[in-house]
Structure formats: C-alpha cells, structure tokens
C-alpha cells in the first residue's frame, strides 16, 4: 500500500505532519496547506515568508519527501456547448496503475466548474443502465484519491472547482467513510474551501450508509438519490440494491433523515424508452416522491453496449416531463 499522501489530510492533520518537522508554526502551515489544495505542490521554498523561517525549519522542509503525487491524465476529451465552453472528461491513473474517471463541467459560461469524482475504481451495484457495473468492485479509493482527482482536473485545465458532486464511478456509500474523509478535506477553509452546499454525494439508495450520515458529519451536504423505477419489481430488475432496500424502506429512510432548511433531496430518475417511461410507471414515480422533500431530475439514458436501450429524444422527454407534471396532485411534487 502507498504511504498516505498529503492530500489525505485535513488541515489539523497537515498541521501535526508539519509540527513534527518545524514545531508549531501558523506562519507556515496555513500557506503550505493553500499551496498543496489550491495549486497541487509542496514546494516550501517557494512560499513568500521562507527567507524569514529559521534556518533548522528550513533544511527539515527542504529534506522532507512527502507523499503529494497527484492521479496522473491518461486521456482528456472535450465536448463543447452551443456556447463553444467545453465539458471535458479525464481518465486518471492512480498510484497503483488504476483508472479511473473524472469530468469538469463548466458552469455560469466557464467562469468555475463543477468535478464529477469517482469514489471507487468499478462498483458492485449492478445496476443494469450503468457501464461501470460491468467492471465489479475492484476496490474502494482512498480519501486522497479523491481529493486528488478534483486538484488534478483543476490544475490541468487551470480551473476555478465551486462544486464537486460524487457521481463518477463507485457507489459513494459503499465507501462512506472515505467519502466523508474526502469532503471534509474539500471544505477545509484553508485549502479549496468548498462550501458543503456545493457537494453533492449520489447513492443507490444504502441505507446502511444513510443512517451513517449524519454522524460521519455529511449532513451538511447535498443528497442525491438515484431511483430507476418506483415499483419494486422493476426498480430490482434495474438495480439489484432494491431487493434488499426496497422503495418502502428508502422512503422511510429519507423521511427520517435531517435536512437543512429549505434543503431537498434530488431524486434522479433515468428515462429508458420502453423500460419506464410508460404512463404508469410515472404515476409511481409521481406517487412515491409525495410527502418527500425533493426534487425530481428527469436524466435520459446514456446508451451503453452491453444493453438494447436507446436514448430518449427531446420530444420523448418533453412527454415524459408533461406526464409526470400532469400526474402530480395540487401543491405535490413534481419532477
């Protein structure tokens, strides 16, 4: 196993490592901390208060070789908008030759962004819409790993990172606590600075890793929830995780989970033609969201190989938004 990199650490944890070297220092390890999150190095020589530092605090920075590889860019492809801004995605490669996947999103015309980061390398989910479910787990990632992939993506593309939101491949619950490592560290006021309102962390629906939540500190943060189907025979055809965490006990779920005021859970629903988009299946969709704080993201379905699905058109989808809208009762929600 790799030493634990740098990008691991929350800031009172940087602050331990580097008073171990030069004692206490604010001076010191606030700047060292900025430089490593905001600009993907530890170069301590580099840092504008060096020539005032003792010269014993300095040979021990100078001689120090912490782990600060950051996931390496083995592909980047870029997708432009109408606007010509483009979306890009990454493949990384991870200490141990892993890969895995990463996109940059421009929001408000590329004035910052948005990372989509993955929290696994493959995913054990089986979710039948998902490509990654083909893989398997191959193994959780580290909580520098991803850390490591939002300073990678936005040192390679000199980006401005406002939000980051747990969608790439893995199931973020299934390794909660490297999750909530990770989050910590994106909030840390020294480093990125990320406010928790702008992290989103996507689940299938753990529940074990929802009654967690709260107490690994991500109550905080956005919830997104993916559904697939509101009937429980087709939802466990689609994602097995529904067998054992049926739609009744994710509502109850939900229901009992603490949200911040004016808070929503984002329910996402993938439209597959044919699959469940017919009238009744809405209806469910529309049915089970009732009483749930939540907004309803109606996503098309992004063909991959292994299935027969095609993607809805914009014409299926403006159906299926009208569907669901004329389905919902007064004052209910509606996707």
Known sequence: MAAMSLYGMTFNAFGAWAGSLIGHDARVHGPLYAQLMRHGCFAPSALALWPLLPESARARLAAASPEVALPGVVESQASLD??????????????????VESVLIPMQGGHHYTVCVSSQVGCRMGCAFCHTARMGLVRNLRAEEIVGQVVAVSQACAATVRNVVFM???EPLDNVEAVATAVAILCERRGLALAPRHITVSTVGRADGLARWQ????????????LGAADDELRSALMPINRTVPLAALKTTLLALPLP???RILV???VIPGVNDAPAQLERLVGWVQGLRVLVNLIPY????????RAPDATQMAAVRRACASKAPPGGSAP
């Open 261 to 263: 005021p004016r808070r």
């Open 268 to 270: 996402s629903y993938i």
């Open 215 to 226: 107490e690994l500190g991500l109550g905080a943060v956005n919830l997104a929830v993916s």
């Open 302 to 309: 992004n063909p991959i190989p292994s299935r027969p699905w």
């Open 168 to 170: 790439g491949m893995g």
């Open 82 to 99: 109408e606007a010509g801004v483009a979306t890009r995605k990454f493949v990384l490669r991870l200490h141990d030759g892993a890969l």
